[in-house]
């Protein structure tokens, strides 16, 4: 019940290549230059295939990427070789990373919430803190799925042939498994339930809020300054 099979059938994560993955790139692309306008050295944090390090690459920024899953970085690296990039990608955990206190300028956090309970997130804001030069910036990109899931309604059409055959949370709502399903197969994947206040409360543990961009519906890119 994990990602690895809703991130091989969607690819809005994985190829960076598609429509879909594209989009996310161009939606997120204005606004990212709107708060680095300073270039400097970047943190790519759970950044999948690295989509988002090649955007700021070529703008000019010095970017690393991380990610807790090797076929992620397997993909992330192919990309690389093939665009000749100089990204360099690094399995690792975003709970205990391995970098040297405030190493960097910028730590972009795109899509990612959901993967974290609150105290795997809470280490995770505090290692962005501890990695964060005093004058850095942390973005964050993340939608709030508290406000979305009693929305979410089954038959809702997800991709190009699955679509949403249950949504089951938990009690309290903490978590919520959703059943995806086409004429051939179904999966399930378990989320974590991040609402905006949730986070915004827990991020206010480390950082000052800058800036907030509303995304669509239901999602925030926050910009936030170390403590």
């Not at 955007?55 to 991380?66: I, N, R, S, T, W």
């Not at 804001?125 to 939608?143: C, Q």
């Not at 089954?154 to 991709?159: P, T």
Request: hydrophobic share 35%; net charge neutral; charged share 30%.
């Amino acid at each position: 019940m994990g990602f690895k099979e809703y991130y091989r059938v969607f690819p809005t994560y994985t190829d960076i290549n598609s429509q879909e993955y594209r989009s996310r790139i161009e939606t997120l692309e204005p606004l990212l230059m709107k708060y680095m306008k300073k270039r400097g050295k970047v943190l790519d944090l759970a950044c999948g295939v690295g989509g988002f390090s090649f955007l700021l690459e070529d703008y000019g920024f010095e970017v690393v990427g991380v990610d807790i899953s090797e076929d992620m970085i397997r993909k992330a690296r192919e990309y690389a070789k093939s665009r000749e990039s100089n990204v360099e990608f690094i399995v690792g955990d975003a709970r205990k990373l391995s970098f040297e206190d405030k190493t960097f300028d910028y730590v972009i956090f795109i899509d990612s919430i959901v993967h974290f309970e609150p105290l795997e997130l809470n280490q995770v804001f505090k290692e962005v803190r501890r990695v964060l030069k005093p004058s850095g910036k942390f973005i964050m990109y993340f939608t709030d799925l508290r406000e979305l899931l009693p929305r979410l309604k089954e038959s809702l059409v997800v991709g190009q042939k699955y679509w949403i055959s249950k949504v089951i949370p938990d009690q309290e709502e903490r978590t919520v498994v959703i059943e995806f399903k086409s004429e051939q197969d179904s999966f399930r994947v378990r989320f974590n339930v991040w609402g905006k206040t949730g986070v915004e409360l827990l991020a206010k543990l480390y950082f000052t809020k800058e800036a907030e961009e509303k995304v669509g519906n239901y999602s925030y890119l926050t910009v936030y300054n170390p403590k």
